[in-house]
């Protein structure tokens, strides 16, 4: 069709050379997004990446297209400016668990709650990266880091239901290393309109390694991960027998199938496009499987829509079409 | 029989009206001011009003007034003191009796003159002594006047009296032979679909106008009509002028206006105004904090916008960080500061030019920006026009600072027309550029060329990294950093090329020169004009450009022994001049009262240094 479809994710690589520490979850991240955006049907300057601070924040620099790295925490304002500017760029907003969620988190919950066009990729490691270690609104109740050497005694943010609490339209969750399952989700960002939020669970190989891996390691991931789909049943283990149901408070339940007479019928089928947040909620809060996929992904008018089509009802019927027609509007009066 | 009453002939007249802040004070004074100009005069005027919205009612800290300048030829403040009182309750009237001159007129609504309404503001009856010998009283009983001229209005008690202000209205018309029918139509308009609103307004207007004729032994005022520079006029207030100049620049800049701001007494009007723009297609963004207001304008700057951000003093101590970005990243921006006072909260409905060495220095690194003060409500135009122009032009976000003052404050304005403006014209890359580097310099100057989003072949990035010379990537190189660090001080002084000379009142050479600068224009300037009269030799200058300086201004101090500054702050420009020259003779003279000086102190004031 277009020579867009010709491109691959090395016409995305730009020529910085990638400085993030070997090993670290933001490397593979980078490649998924490279491939993704070379399957867009976008041309390629119409991508706008913006970042805030952080190790994650590098990253518009290692992507050959147009990129802004901000100031810590604005990523979320400055790209809804880019956004409502001009619609008809693809803009992508690239934050971590410190940036967005602590001096960033009154802009995050404000883009979500106007639904602005931006696709966030949130990469949370649980911890501060770039300042070497200390512990961010992810870290877990009690976790040692550098400035909790006892433990914090700080509850974390779970940023999927904050999200979907906020008002998400669009709430996914993924993990660095699963390339193939991030690239589709990236491009079912793409496709929503209005914010789409995708929260990345990013290996620091250095100050937090392997805060993650309770449900990454190759042996368990299986049994305590759950990869949904919409309009598929919610099952997984290793044996593909397990599944949610909801129990008698409406609470999300984990069941094995063949056991106390329950089939895969009664497992529950993943609705992402149901406009109530509430079993997006529980899903994004799950401990155990922890959820993967798209949870949530609903229809909205988005900021950048209400304010042109508001424009342009105005326009229709306004007496003022320039400057001069609205500097002589009002009451004037002529001096002889 | 009719006996001809006598007439007191003015070149000016101060008026002040003063209420409560729910008597309507405002609104009264906006339709003298734009009767009396409509009728020829010159008039400049100033809105005073508490910070509470709702302070207890008949108190001092809830007295709301307006304060008007009319005159026959140049009115260029609100005036000092006050030739016509008008003060709807008994706290009103303690909070401005001041400001009345020996000889002048009052006019109270003698109804709220009561014992309860006293002892409020504890306060013995002010008619029942000698206070106000001296002085032309109009005791008007406003609120029974109101109640028996609107009985068959259809309005209840409650709404009836809310209309107590135009009885006033109507009595100040009479006052000074003003035409009812601008008040009327305003009227009509305004309550256009409450037709019974509008006829009891008009009726209350009436009222007081007929109460004033069949007044005994009132002397009434004549202003004669000003001589004015044929053209088209309106009234316009520094804010509305403010958001008119960006909107003026954006258009010639053919760009799409953007302002991210978020609320903030007394820059809102700002965003206000340019909300209600959309028939010009301008985007306005209320952000969910200070910081988004200018985050939000950066960004659409990045994606190619004419962006501003409104804001005052705290606002601005919040956007620093964000200001550093768009001077690294090199985009441009049009921060606008409506100076209170301060710090901290401080005096939010009161001017001040107290943000003047924060617009300067306040921030992180060496971080030059261009500075730019506006000096009356409507030249406010001007400068937020030559602010963009310089933003577009030059790549930089500019800081225009304006005061409480003149952002409230209105005057007549001769109609700007678009075509007599400048052009302005965006730094854009050619198309077909090969090899676009982000920080190449254009020839001949130390300006970068733009390349946005959307334009195909020119994907760079920029950021907050301090950026390699030329080609913009990342640089931690000990000599690059002071390299950009001088190319980015040196385009900003360069801006000196493209601000006029700096000009003075006088004679180029003396004893004594006086400097102002921003909203001080007024006051000074009719200081100096009233001492030119009096034979008092002196010069003036009033800065509008603060940084860079106009080229010419240290030629201008070397022919002067002495320099006084005169500012509503502690010394601020002072400091600055004496980092810029420090060779010169300064003197001071300050005012931090949270009101604009009078033309009096000031006199003194350059007498005494004049003397010294
Ligand atoms: S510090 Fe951690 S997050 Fe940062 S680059 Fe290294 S591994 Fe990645």
Known sequence: ?336 | METKKPIIEKEHVVIKFTGDSGDGMQLTGHQFSDTSALMGNEVVTFPDYPAEIRAPKGTIGGVSGFQLNIGKDEVRTPGDFVDVLVAMNPAALKANRQWLKAGGTLIVDIDAFTEKNLNKVECVNPFDNDDLDGVQIIKAPMTKMVQEALVDSGLDNKSILRSRNMVALGIAYWLFQRDLSYTEDYLREKFSKKPEVAQANIDAVKAGYNFGENLQYIRSYKVNRAFITPGTYRNINGNLATAWGLLAAAEKANLPLFLGSYPITPASEILQEISNRKDLGAVSFQAEDEIAGIATSIGASFAGHFACTSTSGPGLALKSEAVNLAIIAELPLVIVDVQRGGPSTGLPTKPEQSDLLQALWGRNGASPIPVIAASTPSDCFEYAFNAGKIAVENMTPVLLLTDGFIANGSQPWKIASMKDLPEIKPRFVKEGKENYFPYERIEGTMVREWAVPGMKNYEHRIGGLEKMAVTGGVSYEPLNHEVMTFERAKKIADIAEQIPEQQVYGKNKGKLLIIGWGGTFGHIYTAYNELLEEGVEVSYTHFNYINPLPKNTEDIFKNFDKILICEMNEGQFLKYLRTEFPQYNYKQYNKIQGYPFTISELKTAIKQNLED
């Open chain 1, 1 to 336: 069709m277009s020579e867009k479809q010709q491109l691959t994710f090395k016409d995305y690589k730009s020529d910085a050379e990638v400085r993030w520490c070997p090993g670290c979850g933001d490397i593979a991240i980078l490649k998924a997004v490279q491939t993704a955006f070379a399957e867009m049907d976008i041309p390629k300057e119409k991508f706008a990446v913006i970042s805030g601070i952080g190790c994650s924040s590098r990253f518009p620099y290692y992507m050959d297209t147009y990129g802004f790295h901000t100031i810590h925490g604005r990523a979320g304002a400055i790209a809804s400016g880019v956004k409502t500017a001009n619609p008809d760029l693809s803009v992508w907003q690239i934050t971590g668990d410190g940036d967005a969620l602590a001096i960033g988190g009154n802009h995050f919950i404000h883009e979500i709650r106007r639904n602005i066009d931006v696709n966030v990729l949130l990469f949370n490691n649980q911890i501060y990266g770039l300042t070497k270690g200390q512990y961010s609104p992810t870290s877990l109740f009690g976790q040692k880091t550098k400035t909790s050497p006892y433990g914090t005694v700080e509850a974390p943010f779970n940023p999927g239901s904050l999200s979907i609490g906020a008002g998400a339209t669009f709430f996914a969750r993924g993990i660095d290393v699963n390339v193939k399952d991030n690239v589709e989700i990236l491009l079912e960002m793409e496709k929503h309109k209005g914010i789409s939020i995708f929260e990345i669970l990013q290996n620091c190989v250095i100050f937090n390694d392997g805060a993650h891996s309770y449900f990454t390691d190759r042996e368990n991931k299986a049994d305590r991960q759950l990869l949904v789909k919409h309009g598929e049943p919610m099952i997984f283990g290793k044996d593909n027998d397990k599944g949610l149901v909801l129990d008698d408070e409406y609470r999300l339940k984990v069941v094995n199938i063949g056991e106390n007479g329950i089939t895969k019928n009664d497992i529950l089928i993943h609705d992402a496009h149901n406009t109530s947040p509430i079993l997006h909620f529980e899903l994004a809060e799950l401990k155990e499987p922890v959820v993967l996929g798209v949870i949530r992904s609903v229809n909205k008018v988005s900021y950048h829509e209400a304010v042109y089509e508001q424009i342009e009802q105005v326009q229709a019927t306004a007496k003022n079409k320039s400057m001069d027609d609205l500097l002589s509007s009002g009451s004037t009066w002529v001096v002889e």
